[in-house]
């Protein structure tokens, strides 16, 4: 049984259509103790059949250790979207409901290479000289998640220092509770830094630099 | 059960209008029913238009469990799926629709000026419909608790109140089928509601009364929100007797009703004392050329077909003033 209706099978065609550049969807998986994993692998596998330029690589988390480190992968189902070079475009958990609409983001901006920000943003960026990492908690059935995860990973494109990742927080509970996720979407910046509900561009780069004054007095 | 949407706020056509200072004909502002029915008849009137979503296609139904009152959909169809089939239906007919927030307008002389975050779009015509947004209760503890047990969707974030007990503030038709939505979660789901009975339609009504996770407590309005690192609870008051008492609970969904999203048009445009935006019958607004639909000039009704159809109302008139305005499109 396929996952993708013969009707979204069509659509993700025509947006996969002219891709500016080969894409990897690198999945890790294993087979038991892992609600999504499966889904996400037969996902990735079907969204690679529908573009020349896609190509679906599936590793084992317990296995493939050189590749679980190299991509720096903490959790399962994970699934890196690497072209040209690996930005640090993450998602663990299946990217489902309206999460998919975030794949497919991903992808083609990965392929360009050229995310969509403003030059105010841009040069806050280019200003970065130490590591930045969003996670962005949602759930597939959020639809103002989808806004947090693609600028999140519009972000982690535009800057070496910034990696991005969503994460399915019914799938890692012991994170939700963690991070006290308790509604999504919830952005955790460097750990410590916060964002309550899908945040326009400006603020979210507020808070970037709010983590990074956070971790220099640190 | 696994389900995939492909709906995507900000698919950006490639096209002549690419914003910048090149004047197109129509600007829209807002991507609700009204918007994106005011973007698709644009298109069918060979208008240059772009429309500018925002966060997220759809506005609030995209954020609503179930449409069962707009025509053409006998069995009722999910407002997300709804919201989708809208976008669509635009993105066939519209110059460019983009994802982008308004950060300031400027109406006080044609083309009029639009400035979002990336661009700055002037057009000769424009119509606001931005919609309205939840109301908040404006107590003590509901920001500071907002994404730690105080919500505004259910959709979003019930999953986290598993087997436990929640609130529901409000009585209206959001209200009811939010809390509904909840009982598949939650333990029990407890409505506090300011008057002696609901407002929320009928069958609404019906379902929630025979719901055996519903509990009702009438009269009462929330005061505060109590918690520590999270939502612990509710301080009430009953509005008749005015006896204060607290509540337990661990999450707050508020539905107390909705504000327009009209801070960026104040002092360029006529608005009531609510701060809905004035229209004639034709969605006409204090300033010639600008348009207002849905939602956001009309409190009376919310529902999508009124939006959609005020929509198509404003860009119809839109046409009809930039003819006269400059002469019949060549």
Known sequence: MPLLSSEIVEQVKQELAELAGPIRMVVFTQTFECQ??????????????????????????????????????????????????????????????????????????????????????????????????????????????????????????????????????????????????????????????????????????????????????? | MLDFKLSQPGQDKPSAAQGGEQVIDLLIIGGGPAGLTAAIYAGRAALKAVLLVGSMAGGQIANTDRVENYPGFPEGISGAELAQRFQSQAEHFVTKLANDFVTEVDFSSSPFTVKTHLETYRGRAVIVATGAFPRRLGVPGEKEFFGRGVSTCATCDGFFYRDRRVV??????????????????????????????????????????????????????????????????????????DETSTIETDGVFVYVGLVPGTKLFEGQLEMNEQGYIVTDAHQCTSVPGVFAAGDVQSPDFRQVVIAAGAGAKAVIEADRYLAEATGPHA
């Open chain 1, 36 to 218: 999504y994993c499966e889904e996400t692998r037969q996902l990735v596998e079907e969204i690679a059949e529908l573009s020349e330029q896609v190509t679906a690589e599936i590793y084992n988390f317990v296995t493939d250790k050189e590749m679980v480190e190299e991509l720096g992968v903490d959790k399962i189902p994970a699934t890196a979207i690497i072209g040209a070079e690996d930005y640090g475009v993450r998602f663990y958990g299946i990217p489902a409901g309206y999460e998919f609409a975030s794949l497919l983001h991903a992808i083609k901006l990965v392929a360009a290479g050229k995310p969509e920000l403003s030059h105010e943003t841009l040069d806050v960026l280019a200003g970065v000289a130490e590591p930045v990492h969003f996670q962005v908690f949602v759930t597939p059935t959020c639809p103002y998640c989808q806004h947090s995860v693609m600028l999140a990973h519009q972000l982690a494109v535009a800057s070496p220092m910034v990696r991005a990742d969503m994460v399915e927080a019914t799938e890692f509970p012991h994170l939700s509770i963690k991070y006290q996720v308790m509604g999504v979407p919830r952005t955790v910046i460097n750990e410590k830094t916060h964002i309550e509900g899908a945040a326009p561009e400006p603020v979210v780069v507020e808070k970037l630099q709010e983590a990074l004054a956070k971790s220099e007095g640190a």
């Open chain 2, 168 to 241: 529901v503030v409000g009585g209206g038709d959001s209200a009811i089928d939010e809390g509904l939505f909840l009982t598949k979660f939650a333990s029990e789901v407890v409505v506090v509601h300011r008057r002696d009975q609901l407002r929320a339609t009928k069958s609404l009504q019906e379902r929630a009364f025979a719901n055996s996770k519903m509990q009702f407590v009438w009269d009462t309005v929330v005061e505060e929100i109590l918690g520590g690192e999270t939502v612990t609870g509710v301080r009430v008051r009953n509005v008749k007797t």
